[in-house]
């Protein structure tokens, strides 16, 4: 019998960023759902066809867009499904994430997000980690961490609201 390659590749990051808000401040971008959606659904690139999120343990957050004229996948759909595992207001949110293209899953992960008091200001800790399908290609775990600095970035527009 010949082996088989392992079709999965396990990834760990953790993306960091410091904000100069409150930790209530912070995770309210995380918590309320239009907030949410202009720094986590919405992009220059792609149009949203659904954002919807039951922020609660067990509720479930789900994302629909597809990608504009001119993008290298353009009108491919994206879906990215999360469920709340675990909430510590203020603290904590831990959810569990599947992403798609078309009808191909690329990956699932565990995303912890923590929110850490300083001096002034919050320090959020972004830990993912992730089994990244053969659809995905070997580099899309960096581009998943890239996508998170960005993300986190734009939450600094936000905040500033």
């Given at each position: 019998m010949i082996p088989m390659e392992p079709t999965t590749v396990h990834s760990t990051f953790v993306v960091e960023h410091h904000y100069p808000y409150s930790p209530e401040k912070v995770f309210a971008a995380f918590?309320?759902?239009?907030?949410?959606r202009r720094w986590y659904?919405?992009?220059?690139?792609?149009?949203?066809?659904?954002?919807?999120?039951?922020?609660?343990?067990?509720?479930?957050?789900?994302l629909r867009y597809h990608f504009r004229p001119g993008h290298p996948i353009e009108g491919q759909v994206i879906t990215n499904q999360a469920r709340i595992q675990d909430i510590?207001?203020?603290q904590r949110v831990v959810t569990a994430q599947t992403m798609t293209l078309q009808d191909k899953r690329l990956f699932s992960a565990l995303v912890t997000l923590e929110f850490v008091p300083?001096?002034?200001?919050?320090d959020l800790i972004c830990t993912n980690q992730g089994a990244f399908y053969e659809a995905a290609g070997p580099d899309f775990p960096?581009?998943?961490?890239?996508?998170?600095?960005g993300m986190l970035d734009k939450i600094e527009q936000?905040?500033?609201q």
């Open positions: 918590s309320d759902p239009a907030r949410k659904a919405e992009g220059e690139a792609n149009d949203v066809e659904q954002y919807e999120m039951d922020f609660r343990v067990g509720g479930e957050e789900r510590v207001p203020g300083s001096a002034d200001g919050t960096k581009m998943i961490e890239q996508g998170w600095r936000v905040l500033g």
